[in-house]
C-alpha cells in the first residue's frame, strides 16, 4: 500500500519544486487536516538541505487555515483592509512554498458576504503580485498541493480511504516510477503546445457547447506538475474579444465554497451577453457582473489527467478531468500573455467525451477526450 504522505512529499521536493541544499522553504497547510504530508515534507526538505518553516496559521482560505472562517465573520473594514506583514516576510523571503489545500469544510465560506471576500482578495494583491514576480524572475519556486480530507471525501461521494486511492492515482503515485511518469507527462504535452504554437482559430463543438475564439498571439501553456499537483491541463487565453457562440456546462462547479449547476452562458465578440444556471444562479450573476473583465474568458483549457475520470467538486482535481475542457471567467495568466484583468477566477469544467471536438485553424486537434495530432 501506497504511504500517501511519503511518496506525494518525494516527488514534491524532487519533482515538482527540487529542493536544494540551503533553500528556504515554507510550508502553508491546516495542522488539522494535513499534518501528516506537513511532517513529510518537513522530513523530506531536511533530507535535501533545506531549511523548512510551517505556516499553519495563515489567513489565506479556508483550505489552507481553520481559522479564516472565524476572521471574515467578525474582522472590521479596517482589518480586512489590513495587510498582514508576516505573510508578505516569508513570500519574500522562501525559496520554494508549497500550498496545500486541505479544507476540514468546503462550504465554510457559503455564509460569507462575497464582497468582503472580494475586499479581503484586494488587500492580499501585494502578496500575489510579488510571489508572482519573484516565480517569473526564476527567484521563487512555488506548488498548491492537494491533500485528501473527510471534508473533500464527502464532497467527492467517497469514502475516505477511496478518496485517498484516488488521489494517489491522479498523482501518478501508483505508477512504478512516479517522476519518470511526469518526466513523460511532460514531454507529451510539450509536443501539443508546441504544434499548437503557430496556430491561431479555435472552434469548440459538441453536445452543449457551440464556440469559437482567437488565440494569435497568444501562448498555450503545459501544466504538468511543477505549480498544480496533481496536474494536467494546457490552456491559452483567447483574445478578449474574440469568444462567440455558447456553452452549457455539464458538470457543476463550486466557487467560493457557493455550488452551481446547469450553468449556460452565451458570448459576442468576447462578452458573456446572457447568463443563467439550474442551481445558484443569483450567485452566478452576482460574480459575473462583479466587474467588466469577470463576464470575459481569462483561461480556456483542455484536461489530460487519465489518472482523475470522476467529479470530485474541488477544481483542483476537476479541471485536470482527461476528456474535459475547462474555460475560467474572469482574470487571465499573464504566463499565456493574457490581458483580462477581473477581481475573480472562475473555472467551470464541461465534459467532452460525449463528442465534443476542437478543431485549430480548420484541422481537427481533439476529439472525444483524444488528440488527434
Given at each position: 500500500m501506497i504511504n500517501l504522505?511519503?511518496?506525494?512529499?518525494?516527488?514534491?521536493?524532487?519533482?515538482?519544486?527540487?529542493?536544494?541544499?540551503?533553500?528556504?522553504?515554507?510550508?502553508?497547510?491546516?495542522?488539522?487536516?494535513?499534518h501528516a504530508l506537513i511532517e513529510a515534507l518537513c522530513e523530506a526538505v531536511l533530507k535535501r538541505g533545506g531549511y523548512p518553516n510551517v505556516?499553519?496559521?495563515?489567513?489565506?482560505?479556508?483550505?489552507?487555515?481553520?481559522?479564516?472562517?472565524?476572521?471574515?465573520?467578525?474582522?472590521?473594514?479596517?482589518?480586512?483592509d489590513t495587510l498582514d506583514r508576516t505573510m508578505m516576510y516569508w513570500v519574500e523571503q522562501s525559496d520554494v512554498l508549497f500550498f496545500i489545500?486541505?479544507?476540514n469544510n468546503t462550504k465554510a465560506l457559503s455564509a460569507i458576504d462575497p464582497a468582503r471576500i472580494g475586499r479581503y482578495r484586494k488587500t492580499q494583491k501585494p502578496v500575489s503580485e510579488t510571489y508572482l514576480g519573484?516565480?517569473?524572475?526564476?527567484?521563487?519556486?512555488?506548488?498548491?498541493?492537494?491533500?485528501?480530507?473527510?471534508?473533500?471525501?464527502?464532497?467527492a461521494e467517497m469514502g475516505l480511504l477511496a478518496y485517498e486511492e484516488f488521489v494517489a492515482r491522479a498523482c501518478g503515485l501508483d505508477q512504478p516510477d512516479p517522476i519518470?511518469?511526469?518526466q513523460g507527462f511532460r514531454a507529451m504535452q510539450e509536443r501539443l503546445v508546441a504544434w499548437l504554437a503557430d496556430k491561431s482559430f479555435a472552434e469548440v463543438r459538441g453536445p452543449g457547447i457551440e464556440m469559437s475564439f482567437n488565440f494569435g498571439g497568444r501562448k498555450w501553456v503545459s501544466c504538468h506538475g511543477e505549480l498544480n499537483f496533481p496536474d494536467g491541463e494546457i490552456f491559452t487565453s483567447p483574445?478578449?474579444?474574440?469568444?462567440?457562440?455558447?456553452?452549457?456546462?455539464?458538470?457543476?462547479?463550486?466557487?467560493?465554497?457557493?455550488?452551481?449547476?446547469?450553468?449556460?452562458?452565451?458570448?459576442?465578440?468576447?462578452?458573456?451577453?446572457?447568463?443563467?444556471?439550474t442551481k445558484n444562479e443569483k450567485y452566478v450573476i452576482s460574480q459575473l457582473t462583479v466587474d467588466p473583465g469577470a463576464r470575459r474568458l481569462g483561461e480556456f483549457a483542455i484536461g489530460t489527467n487519465m489518472g482523475v475520470q470522476q467529479l470530485t467538486r474541488s477544481?483542483?482535481?476537476?479541471?485536470?478531468?482527461?476528456?474535459?475542457?475547462?474555460?475560467?471567467?474572469?482574470?487571465?495568466?499573464?504566463?499565456?500573455?493574457?490581458?483580462?484583468?477581473?477581481?475573480?477566477?472562475?473555472?467551470?469544467?464541461?465534459?467532452?467525451?460525449?463528442?465534443?471536438?476542437?478543431i485549430i485553424d480548420g484541422i481537427p486537434f481533439y476529439r472525444a477526450g483524444e488528440f488527434l495530432v
Open positions: 504522505a511519503s511518496s506525494m512529499a518525494d516527488i514534491l521536493t524532487a519533482y515538482s519544486a527540487p529542493v536544494k541544499p540551503g533553500d528556504y522553504v515554507t510550508i502553508i497547510g491546516n495542522i488539522q487536516t494535513s505556516q499553519s496559521g495563515a489567513l489565506i482560505s479556508a483550505d489552507y487555515t481553520p481559522y479564516f472562517e472565524l476572521f471574515m465573520r467578525e474582522a472590521s473594514d479596517d482589518q480586512i489545500k486541505a479544507p519573484r516565480y517569473d524572475a526564476g527567484e521563487l519556486k512555488w506548488v498548491v498541493v492537494g491533500w485528501p480530507t473527510q471534508a473533500l471525501a464527502q464532497s519518470a511518469y511526469w483574445v478578449e474579444d474574440s469568444v462567440n457562440g455558447y456553452v452549457h456546462f455539464n458538470y457543476p462547479s463550486v466557487y467560493l465554497g457557493n455550488e452551481v449547476d446547469g450553468v449556460k452562458l452565451r458570448f459576442e465578440n468576447g462578452e458573456a451577453v446572457e447568463m443563467s444556471a477544481i483542483l482535481f476537476d479541471e485536470k478531468i482527461g476528456g474535459s475542457i475547462h474555460m475560467a471567467l474572469g482574470r487571465s495568466y499573464e504566463e499565456a500573455l493574457g490581458l483580462n484583468q477581473s477581481a475573480i477566477h472562475w473555472d467551470m469544467v464541461h465534459n467532452m467525451k460525449d463528442g465534443g471536438e476542437i
